[in-house]
């Protein structure tokens, strides 16, 4: 390394962000995510044994990603490529993939090659790493604050470990805190005071996410005139330093998790007022419109259901209406749809039977396929029972055992009188009762 590159990242040293001027290069250092880094866990173990394959981290902004990939790096001795998926195109993206099989044909080293944002990546470029991930020529660590089941193609994701990570806690944020005013090579040198309330302000209006909490710190700080050379922090120069925000729904918080528990149980009670001042909620205090029809759409299925066969229907679409047209306009969408399932007749019993069927699967209560409804390559010959054929009957029905003998009887499905279902349950009462 040159004079002048030492001089330079001197430099960005003492004048980088505070979030880069403390981040941390090993995995003591590293704040949150213990179920993931801590003693023992997962990530810890596979780092350990150098057994680190492909992954994505899926989670908030400022819980940590971008600097896990750098520390598995560092500690696997690999070399490590960064791209942003935002700004790349499939020309970059090949020649960072050759840079990585040069690195290991040539040299013999490792590469991992973190990708940011790796959603915004299109089909194609997804599905250029593929055989690059396949066959081992990079470990890609991809990060994402979208749900990589829906935003990731199911080829890359089936291939790499989905790692959930979490926002920071109140304790890891105070982590953080101490972390900046006791060892960053600025803040050391600066006589700071902070009051504990204005702790708790800083920690409540992050919404557990560090970068932004180092941010604000770092603003607070360099804003403010000594007196008496101590930089006295305290709330009131915190709530000058950061922009209003809503501090009471924060993805992550407890007001979230409440407003979607009323959101939903408002529509389950049939009461579209309340669902639609939660929607509202929701919407204004910026919850991803994807998040809130995905959750339609189970509702639809969970609490509607047969009752009123359109009600998933109507979610779907809109779902899509969400992905096509955007807010603030998709909020009209997602109106209809809340007043639509909220008014519509309820009905559990797909789901209660689900359950009941899927106890039975887990606890070994399945028993043996009857012989003619096997696939015919799989049949005993000499058995004498027979197939049949529900459309040679009348009312294209014919009285049949289904389930395996240990299941006989059983039943799953119990229809209720509720709108749609109710024809449904009068539907089979009636053919069962031609066949007494």
């Known amino acids: 390394m040159d004079l002048f590159t030492l001089n330079m990242n001197r430099e960005l040293k ?12 090993n995995l003591d250092e590293f704040v949150g995510q213990s179920h993931l880094v801590g003693r023992g866990r997962y990530l810890n ?19 940590g990603k971008t600097t896990l990939a750098k520390i598995i790096a560092n500690i696997t001795e690999k070399e490590f490529i960064e791209i942003s998926a935002v700004s790349s195109n499939i020309k970059e993206l090949r020649e960072v993939l050759k840079q990585a099989e040069d690195n290991l044909k040539f040299r013999g080293l490792g590469s991992i090659l973190f990708i940011d944002e790796i959603h915004r990546f299109n089909k194609s470029q997804q599905d250029a790493l593929l055989p690059y ?14 749900n990589p089941y829906f935003e990731v193609n199911r080829a890359l994701v089936s291939r790499t470990q989905i790692l959930n990570l979490k926002p920071l806690n109140e304790e890891d944020l105070k982590k953080l805190i101490d ?14 005071s902070m009051t504990d309330d204005a702790i708790d302000f800083l920690i409540i209006n992050s919404s557990g996410d560090g970068r932004n909490l180092l941010n604000s710190l770092e603003l607070a700080v360099l804003s403010t005139d000594p007196v008496n050379g101590k930089i006295n922090i305290d709330r009131k120069v915190l709530e000058d330093c950061l922009q209003k925000r809503n501090l009471n729904y924060d993805k ?15 529509m389950r009670g049939t009461d579209p007022d309340a669902a639609l001042y939660y929607l509202a909620k929701m919407i204004e205090s910026g919850e991803d419109p994807k998040f809130i029809g995905r ?5 639809a299925s969970e609490d509607v259901s047969n009752a009123d066969p359109m009600a998933l229907n109507v979610a779907v679409n809109a779902f899509k209406a969400v992905e096509v047209v955007g807010l603030p306009e998709a909020s009209i969408n997602l109106a209809q749809a809340v007043t639509y399932l909220a008014s519509a007749p309820k009905s559990n019993a797909s789901y209660l039977g689900l359950n009941a069927a899927t106890d039975d699967v887990k606890h070994g ?19 004498k029972e027979t197939y049949k054929y529900p459309h040679n009957y009348k009312n294209h029905y014919v ?8 299941l006989k009887g059983k039943i799953y499905y119990e229809p209720t009188d509720n709108g749609y279902e109710k024809k449904i349950k009068e539907f089979l009462n009636s053919l069962k009762n031609k066949q007494l």
């Open 45 to 63: 173990r596979l780092i350990k044994a150098d057994k680190v394959g492909s992954m994505i981290l899926y989670g908030p902004p400022g819980v």
């Open 365 to 383: 209560r399945f028993g043996n396929i009857p012989m003619y409804l096997r696939d015919k390559n799989n049949q005993d010959k000499d058995n």
């Open 295 to 299: 959750r339609l759409i189970i509702f």
């Open 133 to 146: 991930v396949e066959k081992g020529v990079v470990t890609l660590i991809g990060a994402t604050t979208e």
């Open 14 to 25: 003492s004048s980088a962000p505070l979030s880069y001027r403390i981040r941390p290069e």
């Open 179 to 192: 972390r900046a005013l006791n060892e960053d090579i600025v803040f050391k040198n600066l006589n700071i």
């Open 399 to 406: 009285d049949q055992q289904y389930l395996p003998d240990e």
């Open 252 to 266: 992550g918080s407890t007001e979230h998790y409440n407003t979607i528990s009323a959101f939903i149980k408002s």
